[in-house]
Structures are given as C-alpha cells and as structure tokens.
C-alpha cells in the first residue's frame, strides 16, 4: 500500500509531463480575466513581505486553514505531516519534526525555526520547535502554516536551519462573533475552546482565546524490555493536559500579541537510565510540565516614496519541569530526580524597507536579543542533593541585508547577509541567493544558495546531572545548502512541482554515551551529506473538490561513516484528497502516509510505515454550526518510531486507531 502511494504520486507527474504541452497551450490561450482567476498563494516568511510563492527564494508549502478543518488536523505535528517531505516522531513525550532526511532522535527541533506571525518560538533553553499539545497556539486558531524549505539564518539568524515555519494566525475581523468549540476522541480525549473576535468601527481589531486539553491517553502499554516488571505494562501512564491562551489587538499599524500554554504529560517509557542510575518503569511521577508564553508589541507602516518601516519589541518565558523516579540498583530505595530549567528573554527588531529605480527593493534591519535569566537546576528530592544549580545569560546581536533586484521582466535575483554576534561563541555570517526565472507565465525556475547555522543551547553547553557530563568544546553547527527547483501552474486547477537540493552539514551536534564512565554528554561529532528530490502535483477546483500528492526521495549519510543516519527515511509518499459530496455543506476527506524503512541508534530498523487517515466534515448544514468526524490510522497498522540513546528502548510503538468527534458553534 505505501508503495502503492509512492506509484500514485509518480503516476500523477507523468500524467503531468505528458500533458505539459497541451495544458501549457491551453493556458496561454486564456483571457486576462481568466488568467487572473488562477489562483497562486502567497507567503510572508520567505522575504518578510508578502509575494508570490512563484518570487520567493525557497521552495515553499503552504497548509490553510481550509486543509486543516477538512481534514481534520489536531495539531501542528499533524498539519507537518501532510507536507511534502516532512515527518514527525513520537516518543510517547515529545514530537520531533523531520525533514529532508533530517531528524536526529534525543533532539527537540532545533534545526527548524517555529515563528508565530514572525515571532520566534524556539526557546534558548533546548531550541525547542513544539509541534504537540505544547505547542502554543490551538490550530483553530490557524489562518494558515507557510513552510519555507532551506536555510533561512540570512533573515532569521539562530535555528533557521533546514526551513522556517511561519504561522499565520487569524484576526478579530475572521470572526467578527464568538466561536465554541469542542472535541471527543479516542483515550478519554476531550478538548474544550472558547474564541472571541471582532473588528470594531473605530478600527480595532480584537481576539481573545483559550483552550483546555485533557487525555487519559493509552491506559495499558507494553514493553518488552520490562517485562519482569508489572508483566511490562505501563499502567495508565501516558496521561496528559493542557491549557492554553492567545490574544491579539491591532489598530491601524500598532499590534499587541501574546500567547501562553502549560503542558504536563506522564511518561511511560522510563527512559533515561544508564548503568549507574536505573529510572524505575510504571512509576506514574515520572512526568514532565512546559510552559512557555510571550508578549510581542510590533509597529508597521508604509511611508510614501515606497519606504516601509517595521519594528517590534518583545519578552518571552519559558520554564520546564520533570521529575524522575530513579535507584542506582535494586539494593537502594526509590530516589526523585528533579529537573528544573527556566528563561526569559527580551528582544527587539527594526527593519526598513526602501525600493530604488523600481527594480531594487532593499531591506535592512537589526536584532538585537538578552536572554537575561537561563537558570537549571537538577537535584534529587529525597535524600536531597544538588548536582546542577546554573545561572547562566547570553546576549546576540544580528544585522541583516536583503536586496530583490529585477534584473529583467521575468529574471529576478534574491540576494541576502546576515552577520549575528553571540556572547556564547563569536560571531557567524550567513548568505542566502537565489536566481529566480520566469520563461513563460505559468513556470518557474528556482536556484538557491544558502548557508545557515544553530548555535549550541543552553541545554548542550551547561547541563550536568547524575547522568550527564559537560562538554566545554561546542560550536555552532552549520550548513551549506544547494537546491534546484521548478515550479509549473498547468492549467486553472492543476500545477506540479520538482526539486532536486543537496546539504553539506559540519559540526552537527550528537548526544554520546561514554562507556567509560555512564555518562551523556553532547559533542560536535559528525558531518552529514544529503541529496535527493521532490516531487508534488496539485488540483483545486472553486466546488472545494481539491487533491496533492507528493514524493521525497533522501539520501543521508555521516559523512565521517559512511553510515545512514537514524531515523532517516528514504523515501516519503503522501497524499490528500477532499471531496464535496453535497455543495459546499458537506465534504469527505482523505490523507495516505507512507515512509521507507528507517535505522534506529541500535543500528536495528523499525519498517515501512503507511497510515491511512479519514474525515466527515460539515459545515452550514445546521447554521453556524461545523462538525467533523475523524478516523486517525483507519487501517490500525502497527508501526513504532525510533528514539534516541537514552532509552532502554530501541523504538516506541505508536497509536493504532483512534476516532474524534469535534463541534463548532458560532454566534
């Protein structure tokens, strides 16, 4: 079956090859009027302005809020996992996102950059890129997820390493009323949302939001590993809530955003024992909490003589919480182990915009960041002692370039430098170029050039425990990336795409064991080579009839090695379809999954994966009343994902199927 998508997908752009000719015809043929009628979306991440996919200088992918309602996205991990050439992992604690062969297990994202309207998401403590019930936005709350594949540090700077994912949320004025919303699933699964909006008559825009989310998760897990222990069942161990909150307030140019969410999950893994210290299984306070919250005041304002200004201020929170029951043997008594790690920040951006003799638009900035608290602490609570007590801060200072010059009617250059000073490591500077090209209307060709970097968190430079080591030695891993991309619109409803890129990654930073002494510790380890290519053929009809169908293809080895790197597949096939099967009041969707087999830090595999997702969704039926019905893994295939050194386990087994039921009221 999973073949079977990869064949569909393939199929699907030959079909597209074939017929080029003719819909290339048909579509030079076209009136203006109908010309103006084909749709082509927009993004603001690519060049921190809104323009055409077709000008932005990366490949882009763009999820609607539209995709999400129809097919039933819960999270922002689900909204990834449609789009082409990423992956999420699960650990049965966090979700990992994956992309282009990229996602080192024991990581928490840090090679991607989440902005929330361009606002940073990714905390200095671990660069955590949140795609779960911790992520800090409800995905109702969603205009639409813009995906900007490669480096991105030349505008960014920090974490932009393989992409930026840039979130578009939506506005008072979207509303205009209030919406409830709530949910039913699987695992004793309810959610719970209450959504304010509304755009008054003196210009204020205004939304208010809060969400409430609780789940009793799988109650009875198995685990091979522990089987001597409660017959290796983690008895009601996978549990979990959260709560979070959002808010927006704009007049005229001036906005006022903020958002905060608290998540607490128990764990049923037992992960992180070693041979000196063994985490004890079905222990229901082995557990982890992380809140994280911002402020983000931002003005914007078009000048005339095409000047533009845009300049922001901002403050953001983060704090994590874990406890972990633990005995060095069997000889001891059950000792808590506490991890405590908590950052604020304040930052500030100005950036001016200015376009000369029509064909140069120039933007220039700076930004300027304080983390001024980066504490952690991990003690063990009974009997007490302390092995980290950290009080650290950093300081960053970035300033960039970007120049869209129009050298001709259909050739454009994008060119863009960024210099960033840390107070951690010194300093980095990161270009970004692409040639794009237009030789007809309906196609575009796309090389890229771009250089990126993540700089080492606070975690990877000053975490010490039971179980962990330091390493003074750490630099700033960084990538040089090369990509070719073609991008074609067939006709009114069919457009298809192509890429082929290749990145050339140094320094990456690797959590080890040390066999000498039983202790963690994070290193500057390896170099990594990937290749491969994507393709994606598209259709949308104004009937709401729309369908995509993609395939990836990675090669990822340590360079040093030769070796294939853990949780790397090589090939990805996805598809969505969504059907109106009565006007526009009711609509059937469909989404296939499917990865090749993927090797796990033990050097065993975990195999194929393809997943199979159904939805009911219905809207204006009842008035101002939406329901949808899902069915998540509709064929309940079996499958487990691979996790990093510091469980006991090699892979953890995923959900089978699950089922939700979710209304919508608006009044």
Do not use: C
């Not at 192509?498 to 290193?523: C, E, H, P, V």
């Amino acid at each position: 079956m999973g073949l079977a998508i990869l064949a569909l997908a393939l199929f699907s752009l030959t079909t597209w090859a074939d017929d080029n000719t003719n819909n290339l015809a048909a579509l030079k043929a076209l009136s203006l009027e109908d010309l103006a009628a084909v749709q082509v979306d927009t993004v603001v991440g690519a060049s921190k302005h809104e323009q055409k996919v077709t000008e932005a200088p990366s490949a882009v992918s763009i999820v609607t809020a539209d995709d999400i309602k129809k097919q039933g996205y819960r999270t922002l991990g689900d909204v990834l996992r449609s789009v082409r050439g990423f992956y999420v992992t699960y650990d049965r604690g966090y979700n990992a996102i994956g992309t282009r062969g990229m996602n080192i297990p024991g990581d928490f994202g840090g090679r991607l950059l989440i902005t929330v309207d361009g606002h940073r998401m990714n905390d200095p403590l671990f660069d955590t890129a949140s795609s779960g019930m911790d992520f800090i936005l409800d995905v109702d709350l969603i205009e639409r997820v813009e995906v900007i594949r490669g480096p991105g540090s030349s505008l960014y700077g920090n974490n932009a390493f393989l992409g930026v994912i840039n979130i578009i949320t939506r506005k008072g004025g979207d509303l205009n009323g209030t919406e409830l919303s709530g949910s039913a699933a699987t695992f004793d699964t309810y959610t719970g949302r209450f959504t304010y909006g509304n755009k008054f008559t003196n210009g204020v825009e205004l939304m208010v939001s809060g969400t409430y989310y609780d789940s009793a998760g799988d109650r009875q897990l198995y685990y091979t590993e522990f089987s001597s222990i409660n017959h290796g069942i983690a008895q009601d161990m996978d549990g979990g809530h959260a709560g979070n909150g959002f808010a927006s307030i704009s007049w005229k140019g001036l906005s006022l955003e903020g958002g905060y969410v608290n998540r607490q999950k128990t764990w049923p893994t037992a992960a992180y024992s070693t041979a000196t210290a063994i985490t004890i299984f079905n222990d229901p306070s082995f557990s982890t909490t992380d809140k994280r919250g911002y402020l983000n005041l931002q003005f914007q304002h078009a000048f005339e003589d095409e000047w533009e200004l845009l300049a922001s201020v901002s403050y953001d929170y983060y704090q994590y919480g874990g406890v972990y029951p633990y005995y060095l043997d069997t000889r001891y008594p059950r000792t808590l182990n506490q991890d405590f790690a908590q950052s604020q920040s304040i930052g500030g951006l100005a950036q001016v915009t200015k376009t000369f003799f029509e064909k140069h638009r120039v933007t220039v900035g700076a930004e300027v960041r304080s983390d001024f608290q980066l504490d952690q602490k991990n003690a063990d609570i009974a009997p007490p002692e302390t092995y980290l007590d950290s009080k650290k801060s950093a300081n960053s200072v970035g300033l960039f370039a970007q120049d869209e010059f129009q050298a001709l009617k259909n050739l454009a250059l994008n060119a863009g430098l960024r210099y960033d000073q840390f107070s951690t490591f010194g300093d980095t500077l990161n270009p970004r170029a692409a040639l794009i090209y237009h030789p007809w209307e309906p196609t575009t060709f796309k090389l890229i050039y771009g250089s990126a970097y993540r700089a080492p968190n606070a975690y990877e430079n000053y975490y010490v425990s039971v179980l962990n080591k330091l390493n003074p030695h750490l630099e700033p891993e960084t990538i040089h990336s090369y990509e070719l991309v073609y991008e074609q619109q067939l006709d009114q409803h069919w457009s298809g795409s192509a890429s082929l890129f290749y990145n050339d990654i140094k320094d990456l930073i690797r959590y080890q064991y040390d066999t000498a002494d039983g202790l963690y510790y994070f290193a500057n380890e390896d170099a990594v080579k990937a290749k491969g290519t994507e393709f994606e053929v598209a259709a949308q009809w104004a009937s709401g009839l729309r369908g995509r169908a993609s395939y990836t293809y990675t090669h990822t080895q340590n360079a040093n090695t030769g070796q294939r790197l853990s949780d790397s597949p090589e090939h990805i096939g996805q598809m969505q379809l969504s059907v109106p099967l009565w006007q526009d009041k009711l609509f059937a969707s469909m989404e296939l999954e499917a990865m090749s087999d993927r090797q796990t830090v033990g050097g065993n595999n975990v195999g194929m994966v393809w997943l199979v997702n159904a939805t009911l969704f219905s809207q204006k039926i009842v008035k101002e009343l939406d329901v949808s019905a899902s069915i998540y893994n509709l064929l309940d295939r079996r499958y487990s994902d691979p996790v990093s050194a510091d469980f006991t386990q090699d892979s953890i087994q995923q959900d089978g199927r699950q089922f939700r039921l979710k209304l919508t009221y608006r009044f």
